[in-house]
């Protein structure tokens, strides 16, 4: 038996929690809200696959009707764009304080205990092993950390340098948030669409998105920027005014919040240290939504845990959770990462013509969006190109954009073999360079101006 401390209860360390208690580890959850309090009160969509994937039985009233994403761009006459229902794919729906309660007593029954109202500050560090963490309560030590404190995580940006993880995501792998539920207008119109993604105001800056319920609007607007509610504001108007439904008052929600939006870490483990959902930023980046890769995430890095018999837990027997992660999740993040990174360099307006022209498609933007730009190009791709070509030939700057982002797949598909297979350390080094330097060149800088492959 192991002592297992799970920092943050995020996702994935909570289904960790409650497959290594259940074969018997001590593990200890440490978090700093108080018992029964959430900080985000929202309901929140993800996939029904993953809690499967979890072996977590899936409460009924948290399957939702399928919604369908439909995107908004800036002209009025403009079409928008709904995406196609996924086969075989079902969605659930679910307010987060339930979701996180219902993981809580999971793990509680499964004999992990839960330590409330306790500041997680650093790592403890012992020679180049992660052996404990510091607290405001105190110092707690382990055979194993695993880090499920979110994007901001005081444990991984606290880890040296030899661990090789990264500390601090950099700008334009953020989106700063406000969220806010407001009052329907009772008999006011209901939108054609009810789950709209508006790709204007700032354009691709950032996104704004409305979802109609039954009960409430709800608005989400993200920045690449910092922002504040007086910046945000006129955005707000905008989709009130396009939204005769949503109406004035507020009834929950109303916070700013950061979501990672980016490409997993290089590498997610260390000796005594394995790091899982967003600690690891393991979102889909073009949305932020990471509920469903934290708890894949946490039962492939619990199988690793059990599978190191000899329970020294070193970055090479935990390098099996990493390497289990981008077979089946990572590698297909990172491409989603790449198309997500497009979105700063394109404007509101290339987004419209593109919309405007039939340049794409709602099958291609789908498939855009989840990184699969090999089934656009394989789907009608050819048969639509002479028109495409016709109609990118009067947007040269599109044009060079869109050849970037091809371009910037192609490249991707040149450090993905150099993955490791097996944890060897120079190996791993040559990894992290090549993974890091390739992100940070299709990264859009803070001041750089739009840039294409023909400036
Ligand atoms: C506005 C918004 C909307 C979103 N919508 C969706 C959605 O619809 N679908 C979806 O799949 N995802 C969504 N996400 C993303 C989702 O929240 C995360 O990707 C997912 O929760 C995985 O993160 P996590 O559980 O690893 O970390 P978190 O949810 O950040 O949890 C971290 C835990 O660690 C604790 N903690 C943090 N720091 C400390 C510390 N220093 N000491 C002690 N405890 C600490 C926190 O209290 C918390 O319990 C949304 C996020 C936001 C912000």
New binding site residues.
């Given amino acids: 038996m192991s002592e297992i401390i799970v ?8 289904v960790a929690a409650i497959k290594l208690a259940a074969a018997g580890h001590k593990v200890t959850v ?4 108080k018992k029964g309090e ?3 009160d ?5 996939e029904a696959g993953a809690m499967e994937y979890a072996g977590i039985e899936i409460p009924e009233h948290y399957r939702a009707k399928s919604n369908n994403l439909t995107f908004v761009a800036v002209g009025d006459d403009t079409p928008v764009l709904t995406l196609p229902a996924k086969e075989g794919s079902e969605t659930l729906t679910v307010e ?1 304080k339930e979701l ?1 309660e219902y993981l809580i007593s999971l793990a509680e029954n499964a004999g992990a205990q839960i330590v409330y109202e ?4 650093a790592p403890l560090i012992l020679g180049c092993r992660v052996a404990g963490i510091e ?1 405001d309560k105190g110092r707690f030590y382990a055979d194993l950390i695993i880090d ?7 444990v991984r940006s606290n880890l040296p340098g030899f661990t090789m993880i990264e500390k601090s995501p950099a700008h334009f792998d953020v989106l700063h ?1 406000y ?1 806010a539920y407001f009052e329907n207008v009772k008999d006011a119109p209901r939108p054609e669409t009810n789950y709209n993604l508006y790709l204007y105001n700032d354009g691709t800056e950032g996104l704004m998105w409305l979802v109609t319920d039954d009960e409430y609007t709800d608005a ?1 607007i993200a920045r690449f920027d910092e922002t504040s509610y007086s910046a945000l504001a006129p955005c707000l108007h905008t989709l009130s005014i396009k939204n005769p439904q949503m109406g004035t008052k507020l009834i929950r929600g109303g916070y700013f ?4 939006v980016r490409q997993p870490l290089a590498v997610l483990v260390a000796d005594g240290y394995a790091a ?5 930023f ?3 980046s073009l ?8 708890l894949r995430a946490g039962t492939m890095l619990a199988n690793a845990v059990l599978a190191d018999s000899d329970g020294f837990y070193t970055a090479e027997t935990l390098w099996e959770y990493e390497k289990t992660f981008f077979r089946e999740i990572g590698f297909g993040a990172c491409r989603i990462a790449i198309a997500k990174n497009f979105l700063p360099f394109v404007t509101a307006e290339e987004v419209d013509r593109m919309f405007a022209t039939g340049l794409i498609s709602s099958e291609e933007l789908q498939a855009f969006s989840e990184g699969r730009l090999e089934t656009v190009i394989k789907g009608k791709f050819f048969s639509t190109l002479k028109s495409k070509l016709q109609i990118l030939g009067e947007m040269p700057e599109l044009r060079s954009k869109l050849l970037t982002i091809v371009s910037n797949i192609g490249r991707f598909a040149a450090v993905e073999p150099s993955f490791p297979n097996r944890y060897e350390r120079s190996d791993i080094e040559k990894w992290a360079e090549k993974y890091n330097e390739f992100f940070n060149s299709v990264r859009r800088s803070p001041s750089q101006e739009l840039q294409t492959d023909n400036q």
């Fill in positions: 920092a943050g209860a995020g996702h994935g360390g909570l440490y978090d700093r809200h959430y900080y985000l929202q309901r929140d969509s993800f987060r996180h306790t500041e997680i500050k607290t499920a404190c979110g994007m901001n995580s005081p948030t969220r989400l919040v950061d979501i990672p899982v959902g967003d600690s690891a393991m979102t889909y949305k932020g939504s990471g509920i469903a890769y934290s």
